[in-house]
Every structure is written in structure tokens, then in C-alpha cells.
DNA sequence: TCATCCTGTCGAACCGGTTCGACAGGAGTT
DNA sequence: AACTCCTGTCGAACCGGTTCGACAGGATGA
């Protein structure tokens, strides 16, 4: 290993004007820079981070914490890690991505050791037990996705309230009267997924508010599961006109569930949705619905955190950011109206 | 901070004795090791991962390079990063993960500053410019994906050559004298992807071997791209009596395809595949296929990356290890023999 | 001409661990 | 009683950077 006393030696200097030289800190004079710029490239001089980071207390380095869930509809999850993991490099963080099922620790066994100057919690919960550790230790951190308690919480995510009202007013124009509301599985309420009843919640308040009949259901995530549930939830109820669904796995498996049934989309059926971007192009959906900026999230996370830790953690106050989603209309959908 | 001079004045050592408490490379009395660890656990003190790094040169990370091809089918790659990160942290590693497009400059740079003590390397190309690099550094790597130059160099991939032969085994069998094969997109040959015509051409000398017709097609990788590429082969191809599938989006969209067109398995066609096992759980696939074990795979890699850290660089050879695939039957594929 | 300021560089201290050699003192040997 | 050996602990050096204060020497100003 070729250390910064080697350029020293080789160009005649100090050590610190070495270092001087990398970090532009001090004043050197050009031909002295020139002398050392060489002998950096001729020995193929990189500093070392650990020692930089024991001298500077920065290690450039993001810990990204996620979980995966075994019933968990995977795909969704890479659609934050990609942006997370761009964002970072283009200001010169690397990440360091932890999978560990004990958040708390792995928070205080990454923090209290230094290995990173910030954290990114993925798929938080109402009740994340993450949260409080985050509190504990010195580094700031930034959530994608909303706890209960947003209290000095820098927190980004969908609005999924607003997601639900933009989809109920959009069948309510179109005149549907009856509505079945698939949401994610019932499990994942039970993990404390709040945007499972923001949105619910909400869609259901907007439809009663309209004399709307909604019916929700929880829906699953494993393949044949999948199948069967939405085959009785539509057996259920024949007379809805539409059929909303905030849930992964169904979306994409609903081409083939309906094309089974004879359903065709939208003179039979109509059909929102609320999916990401990425997922429906992967999936080449058909179905209009509100789109989630998975990429926007992610990269707005990581500016913030990065921006909180350069500017020191009281310095930017901590901001709870709901994005605003946007509709997109592929004609999903029938207009029961008389025109 | 709390650092260890501040637990050795507490415990009224030296610090010294506290890291060899801690390190246990030397006996220490039982009396001053309750004092210590009753010191670590009154002040909450964790070591200083970079000053360990710099005083051992010994980081405990791993460096896992990835990237994400837009054209590519994603919900793949996540099933290896899951099985490296979770044997990683089993040995008391953390991954330190990179997308960056640029592998060769990210190896050095992360190698020459010492960031990991070895890398990971995903979905290796024919010619990967990353495996070169790789020897340039003082860090050992493993590779899962064959490069065509194996000179020197660990890796660990399925055995396509035999997945393939299983496969036509299995038609032959079962007396069918032309299938058609779809592959993965032409691209991914471009870029070097080796497994495309690794079990693409023993797919066809195979066959050829039986005299049996084979049509070899590149599939897609997008949504609808898919589809109507799909039914252009069945189209072009109405006497074949089974298909091969080598192609993640092609076979998690055969079902719909398939009903669309009114073609029931095995009845009027037969189907075989190659996907990996988590793939075909998630979208709930009935075919019968061989199943590649990406688990195993990137426990393996990581297992032997790690034997290869500790061991010193050269007391472990380097070994290219293919994972003989098994098929899993599911009954997709109809026995045209008289009986 | 002398005090003052600025520029460029150096040496030393420091960050927080690990590790080697030294050594005190008690146990075991002869 | 003198010697050797072993156990437990300490001090100092080291890993490879950064940063602060000091200072030489030339430029500037009065």
C-alpha cells in the first residue's frame, strides 16, 4: 500500500502539504502542486478511508436498512434501492445496505461504530421500533415511509390519502355507484404498513361521502393465493362496475384472472389502480391509476439526508414530506353516464 | 464518543488491557475482565470501526457490485443480493453495495482505499472489464456468472450446458420431435452474457443428437414486447408440440399468452423452463422446470470469498464450481409416446 | 529601513484502535 | 535459596490520514 508519506518523500515535502494538496485546504504554490499531482499518479497514490475516517469522523458511507419480507411482493422493494443507491454516489456516498432483521441493533451496531455518516430506513411502519433507535444514535437519518409518531422525524412518502380521493372521484365522474376496494394483505396491516389504511381509510370516507357502496377486501401476495381470493371477491360481488386495487401481486396477476373469467376491461369492468411506474411498465399494465415516483422518493430522501448532514443536524429542521400523485389515464375505466 | 481510554480509566487499565479483553489475544484475569466489560457496559462504549480498519487493515465489509440493465427483467438480481447479505452478516461482514456503471473504476476505487476486504461480483459478463480489475487490487473477489477467460479466478455459476440437456432429455423422453426454444433477449448476448448460449447451444446439439427439430428464439424483456413477440413464434412454429423457455419475463407472462390463445398445458402444448426457484414461487408458475438456486449460489460465493479472506490470498485455489440443476416436474408436458 | 502582512511549508499532535516487547511477582524446581 | 517459568499488565509504537500553530522569507507600506 502506497501511503501519503510515499508522495510526500517522492515530491520533496511535508505530509501535510500532501494533504493540503488533496483537500485544496491551504495555499500551495502551483509548482509544488504540479511536483506532487505527479508523484501521486506515478505511485498510484489512494487515501485511505479508514484513516481519513478516523481523522475527519466522515466515512462518505450511507447505511441503507431493509427488510425483506417472505410475504412480501419483492419487485417493489429494488425500486428503492436504485435511486437510493444513485443519488448517494452523485455526492460522493457510498452504501452500505444491511438486511438484518433486528433493526434497533443493527442501527447502534453501525452507528456507535462510525461505519456511516447516515441512515435510510426502507419501508417503514407506523410503530417502526427503528425509529426510536435512529433517536439514539448520532447520525441522521431520514424515513421513506410514515411512523405513527413523525415527531423531529424527517420522514418522506406517497400521499396515499390523496391517492385514494384522486381514484374515487375519477370512477364518481364517470358515474360508478358500487366499488370493490382490494388493498394489501392483512398481514401487512398487522406489521403496521400504514399506508395500507391511508389509503383505505381515505377511499372509503371519499366514496361515503359521494353515497358510493365500496367494498374492501384485503388481498394476498402468493401467487395462488392470489388467484383464488380475487376469483370470490368477484363472485361476491357481480353488480360493482369498478374495482380499485392497491396491491402488487393482484395487479399482476389481474390480466389473466379477468381474461379467465371473460372479463373484458373496461365494458365489462372498469379498473384503478395504484402502482409505481417502474411496475407497471415491467408488467406493461393497461389500467389507469395513480402513479408511485418510487425513483422520486428515494432520490428526495437522500438529497435531504445528505444536505442534514453536511449542514450539521440542527441546521435543516426535520420535515414530514407527503408526495403528491399524479393519475394517469390508459382508459381503464367506462363512463356510466348518459353523454 | 466513548472511546477505550475512557473505558481503561474507568476500569483503571491501560488500554491495552482493554483490547485484549475485548480481542481475547492474550489472558486476563477474571477479576479485571468483570471490571472491563462492566466499564464497556456502563459508558455503552463500541469500538471505532475505522480505527480498528486502520490499525488491522481489516475492514469486515464486502463490496457487492451490481448493475441494473433498463432492459432487463429486475425482480432476478434481488434474489442473489439477499443470500451475500445474509452470509455476509452470518460471518460478521456487511455488504458494502455499488451500482455504480462504472465496475472497473468503482473496484479501485473502493479496493485501493481499502474500503472492503473483497467483492462480490454479480451477473459477470463474457469479457466483464470488472474481472481484470479485479486483479489488480489486493483484494480476492468472486465472481457468479462465467467470464470466457476463467484463468485464475473464483467463480460460481449454474451449469446451463447441463440444465439444458436435462431438458431435452426430458421431451425426448417423452417422444416430442420439435420444440421450440426462446432464450433471453439478443441484447443480453451482446453484452456478454454467457449462459444465453451456453444453454442455448447444448439445447440445440442435444436435440440435434435425437434428431429432433428445435427453433431457437430470442425472446424480450419488456411487457408487451413480450406478448407479441410470443405469439408471433407460436404463429411461425404450429406443429412444434412443446416450448423451452430460457426467459424470466417470458415465462411469467406465458400463462396469460397462453389462455388468450386458448392453449392448454400439456394438453396442447407441452412446457418446459428454466427459472429459479423464488422466481417460480412468486408468480406461482406450473411448469415444469429447471430451478436454479440463486440462493445457493450467493451463499456460496460469499462462503468462499470469506474462507479466502482469512485464509490468505493464495492458500484457497481458485475454482470455477458449476451447481448441477435439478428439475423440478410439474407436470406441463404431455407424454406423446404410445404406451 | 524597519515593522507588518501574506504566502507557502513544516513539524507535531491527534483521531482510536492493536500489538509487541518488557517486566513484576508468584509458583514450581532442584 | 537461587533459578526458571508462567501469568497478567503496562507503555510505547504504529496504522495513515488531517489540522493547528509556527515560521521563513518575500512583498508591501509608512
Known amino acids: 500500500m502506497v501511503t501519503i508519506g510515499d508522495v ?21 504554490s502551483v509548482a509544488t502542486q504540479h511536483r506532487i499531482q505527479e508523484a501521486i499518479e506515478e505511485l498510484g497514490f489512494t ?20 427488510q425483506f419480507h417472505a410475504d412480501e411482493f419483492a419487485p417493489a422493494m429494488l425500486q428503492y434501492v436504485l435511486p437510493v443507491s444513485e443519488t448517494a454516489r452523485a455526492h460522493g456516498y457510498d452504501i452500505l445496505m444491511v438486511t438484518d432483521a433486528d433493526g434497533p441493533r443493527t442501527i447502534h451496531r453501525i452507528g456507535d461504530s462510525n461505519m456511516v455518516d447516515g441512515f435510510v430506513l426502507l419501508d417503514v411502519t407506523a410503530d417502526d421500533p427503528r425509529v426510536p433507535s435512529l433517536r439514539e444514535v448520532h447520525q441522521p437519518g431520514v424515513l ?21 380521493r384522486i381514484l374515487v372521484d375519477h370512477l364518481h365522474e364517470r358515474g360508478h355507484r358500487e366499488i370493490v376496494l382490494v388493498t394489501p394483505p392483512h398481514h401487512v396491516v398487522e406489521r403496521g404498513g400504514s399506508y395500507v389504511w391511508r389509503f383505505r381509510d381515505a377511499a372509503i370516507e371519499r366514496a361515503a361521502r359521494y353515497g358510493i357502496r365500496i367494498h374492501a377486501h384485503y388481498g394476498e401476495a402468493q401467487g395462488s393465493a392470489v388467484r383464488r381470493s380475487m376469483n370470490q371477491i368477484l363472485d361476491t360481488w357481480p353488480d360493482a362496475t369498478a374495482l380499485m386495487v392497491h396491491n402488487d401481486a393482484t395487479i399482476a396477476a389481474l390480466p389473466t384472472i379477468l381474461h379467465e373469467r371473460g372479463i373484458r376491461v373496461p ?72 353523454s
Open 47 to 66: 487515501p485511505n478511508a479508514g484513516a481519513r475516517a478516523l481523522a475527519t469522523s466522515q466515512t462518505m458511507v450511507l447505511g441503507l436498512l431493509l
Open 267 to 338: 365494458d365489462d369492468l372498469s379498473v384503478v389502480s395504484l402502482y409505481s411506474r417502474d411496475f407497471g411498465e415491467e408488467f406493461s399494465l393497461p389500467f389507469t391509476a395513480v402513479e408511485s415516483a418510487a425513483y422520486e422518493l428515494g432520490h428526495t430522501a437522500v438529497s435531504r439526508l445528505i444536505e442534514r448532514i453536511q449542514r450539521g443536524r440542527e441546521s435543516v429542521p426535520p420535515q414530514v414530506q407527503l408526495i403528491a400523485p399524479a393519475i394517469t389515464d390508459r382508459g381503464s375505466t367506462r363512463n356510466l353516464l348518459p
Open 8 to 28: 510526500a518523500r517522492r515530491a520533496g515535502v511535508s505530509r501535510s502539504t500532501v494533504s493540503y494538496v488533496l483537500s485544496g485546504k491551504r495555499a500551495i
Open 144 to 164: 421513506i415511509g410514515l411512523p405513527r409518531d413523525t415527531h423531529e422525524v424527517d420522514a418522506i412518502d406517497l400521499d396515499f390519502t390523496e391517492a385514494a
